[in-house]
Nanobody
Framework: QVQLVESGGGSVQAGGSLRLSCAAS???????????VAWFRQAPGKERERVAF???????TYGTSVKGRFTISRDNDENLLYLQMNGVKPEDTAMYYC?????????????WGQGTQVTVSS
């Protein structure tokens, strides 16, 4: 079982930056480097979308709406996942979730955090 806890959300003005973090833990101890992980977001009245993804080999993919502005990274030694958000826009306002799965189960994600709210004002 894997537990994920996001942090770093908040309010920011358009054009600003924010860094989200996701701490992973588990019992028994997890080998975080074996998991594929991602950031999703969901705005009120909209479907959940995958924002960024990184696999166990470090290969990254991004949603079209954030490509060139957001960067996903991971620290396998510390069991941490990050999302660096630069040049944020009001349309980036959403609840952001980190998710993890054994890579063989991708694209299904088995573990989800509770989410952290990001609000971008114009």
């Amino acid at each position: 079982q894997v537990q994920l806890v996001e942090s770093g959300g908040g309010s920011v003005q358009a054009g600003g930056s924010l860094r989200l973090s996701c701490a992973a833990s588990g019992s028994p101890h997890i080998s975080f480097n074996n998991y594929c992980v991602a950031w999703f977001r969901q705005a009120p009245g909209k479907e959940r979308e995958r924002v960024a993804f990184i696999n166990d080999s470090g290969i990254r993919t991004y949603g079209t709406s954030v490509k060139g502005r957001f960067t996903i990274s991971r620290d396998n030694d510390e069991n941490l996942l990050y999302l660096q958000m630069n040049g944020v826009k009001p349309e980036d306002t959403a609840m952001y979730y980190c998710a993890a799965t054994r890579c063989r189960r991708f694209p299904s994600f088995d573990y989800w955090g509770q989410g952290t709210q990001v609000t971008v004002s114009s």
